[in-house]
Nanobody, 122 residues
Framework: QVQLVESGGGLVQPGGSLRLACAAS?????MAWFRQVPGKEREFVAA????????YYSDSVKGRFTTSRDNAKNTLILQMNTLKPEDTAVYYC??????????????????WGQGTQVTVSS
């Protein structure tokens, strides 16, 4: 069993930055960020593969968000820059063992954090 604990959400103005962290207990998994707004499906944001160490991003955040992994602390970081109101969502950390071609697929992840709210508003 893997436990994931997110931190770092909050309120920020458009154009601002936030840094999310996800601390994982046990195991070595591909770790990812998803986000969800009320009434919509959860969508992939970014991931770091345990297979090749590469990072992957959705088109909507590419160039603005950066995800990285501190293997010593088993912590996943999401640095979010140039935030937009449409980035407002609950952000979830997830862990699983998807193949690379399925790294953006929600159902490939076994473990989920409780979520942290990110609100981008003036």
């Amino acid at each position: 069993q893997v436990q994931l604990v997110e931190s770092g959400g909050g309120l920020v103005q458009p154009g601002g930055s936030l840094r999310l962290a996800c601390a994982a207990s046990g195991g070595r998994y591909t770790m990812a960020w998803f986000r969800q707004v009320p009434g919509k499906e959860r969508e992939f944001v970014a991931a770091v593969s345990a297979n090749n160490g590469h990072s992957y991003y959705s088109d909507s955040v590419k160039g603005r968000f950066t995800t990285s992994r501190d293997n010593a602390k088993n912590t996943l970081i999401l640095q979010m820059n140039t935030l937009k109101p449409e980035d407002t969502a609950v952000y979830y950390c997830a862990a699983g063992r998807p193949i690379i071609s399925a790294i953006m697929t929600e159902s490939m992840y076994y473990y989920w954090g409780q979520g942290t709210q990110v609100t981008v508003s003036s």
